[in-house]
């Protein structure tokens, strides 16, 4: 088992062609296969409105997306649902016993993918499934995870963020919408992330 960053340019992908039009990643908070060869992805733009819909009605326009669904978020920005007829990377997961933790489309069109690889050979599968799918693969990091630490790099970024900030402290000295502001990301998705890191650093303290 190994925990590897992949940054990937997936061709014919929108997030390539949309991601030089945004000055911020757009982050994906679940992306699944949809049928045999498409994707659907729920993802959050953070942003003005202004620039914000520049880059909805590009998705919307993209050839390969089907159906799009955003709502604006209270704190601004919007969380979509994109629907895609063909996803490379959705292929190349599907059936490879690798796990996607978290993913990030990056403002020069490629993705940052953060996994968890499961049996000997796992990560050479995927990356020659991308590879034989047009993409564009680098390996950023691949580390066996350490047995005490299980936290991904975005959930122990967002803890530590949390700590530093004086949000344990009695009284608390900083509240999950001063810390989402500063990671540049919805209160509701910060909360989120802290809370799958706090279980893990319970479950990890209170092992057998």
């Known amino acids: 088992m190994m925990e590897v960053q992949l940054t990937i340019r997936i061709p014919k992908s929108w997030f390539e062609d949309v991601g030089g039009l945004f000055d911020r990643p757009v982050t994906f908070i679940q992306s699944v296969p949809d049928g045999q060869l498409g994707g659907r992805g729920l993802i959050e733009i953070r942003g003005d409105d202004e620039a914000t819909a520049a880059v909805v009605e590009a998705i919307r326009a993209h050839p390969s997306v089907c ?17 895609t007829s063909r996803c ?8 490879v016993d690798c796990f996607l933790m978290s993913a990030q489309a990056r403002t020069d069109g490629r993705v940052d993918w953060n996994l968890i690889t499961g049996g000997e050979g796992s990560l050479k599968e995927l990356v020659d499934r991308l590879v034989a799918e047009g993409c564009e693969v680098e390996i950023r990091r691949a580390r066996r995870p350490e047995m005490h630490r299980a936290l991904t790099d975005r ?16 009284p608390k000295r900083a509240t999950i919408k001063d810390l989402a502001r500063r990671a540049g990301i919805a209160p509701s998705t910060f909360q989120e992330i802290l809370q799958r890191a706090e279980r893990k650093v319970m479950l990890s303290s209170f092992e057998d």
Do not use: N, W
């Open 88 to 95: 490379a990377a959705c292929r190349a997961l599907t059936g």
């Open 155 to 170: 959930q122990e970024e967002v803890i530590r963020m949390a700590l530093k900030a004086g949000y344990y402290d009695q």
């Open 67 to 83: 159906s799009v669904d955003f709502i604006p978020l209270p704190e601004g920005g919007v969380l979509g649902h994109v629907v």
